[in-house]
């Protein structure tokens, strides 16, 4: 069997001429080499489509890694500026209470100045006012009631009015409304505070009754109660034009 020739599809002869002749006619060889090659093809298709898969999983890895590159670079541009923004946000809160800060400073300066200078400007006034009083001579404060009218003696306003306009005239200040503290300079020029205004305001009663001869007693009321009612709107009559 060993000398013999054979082609796949079984024929076989002791010579190898005869073997080649049946080859080149063979359907069944052809049929088998046929079939051969179209296996080739279908393991070279195989190995490109694995070839294309390796392709698109590099490709898709590649993609992903972009997308993931963008999004790390995306996400580091949103952390800059959100950075940026706090540094700003930051900055700019800081400026704000730098300036609140000092714009408070401010007013505080000027309102402590402001009050100070007010306070330094009644004082002085005050000081002023007293300085230019004229003194009150007690023993002529009588010689005033010629200019004192009728008209004066109907009210406790009234005899305020004659008051100031004759014998208290620029000689007195109210100093304290509500307690009708006032002040004013004796015949020697030293300054006293006269509290309630009680001792101008005898002074004045007293003078009247003495040198114009009014019945001060019964002109201010029957009652204690009127008489001080009387005298009280006499004193704030006073104490109301003359308050510094
Ligand atoms: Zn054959």
Sequence with gaps: MD????????????????????????????????????EGYKEEICRLKDIIKDKERIIQEKQHNISVEILQKKDDIIAEKDR?????????????????RALRAQNDALLKKSGQTNINNKITIINNTIENLLPIEFDKIGSYTD?????????PEGIAEYALAHPLKDRMICVDLARKNVKYKDHLGNVSTDKKMNKLTSLIFDSIEKCAGVDMNQLCGESQKQKKAFKT????????????
Excluded at 148 to 153: A, F, G, M, N, Y
Excluded at 235 to 243: R, S
């Design 233 to 244: 709107k006499f004193k704030k009559k006073c104490c109301e034009a003359t308050l510094i």
């Design 147 to 155: 200019k004192l009218e009728i008209e004066h003696l109907e009210s």
């Design 3 to 38: 000398d013999y020739y054979s082609c796949p599809c079984g024929y076989k002869s002791k010579y190898k001429g005869n073997v080649t002749k049946h080859k080149n006619k063979c359907s069944e060889l052809m049929k088998i080499n046929f079939l051969k090659e179209i």
């Design 84 to 100: 940026v923004i706090q540094e700003k946000e930051t900055k700019i809160s800081s400026l704000h209470d730098e300036n609140v």
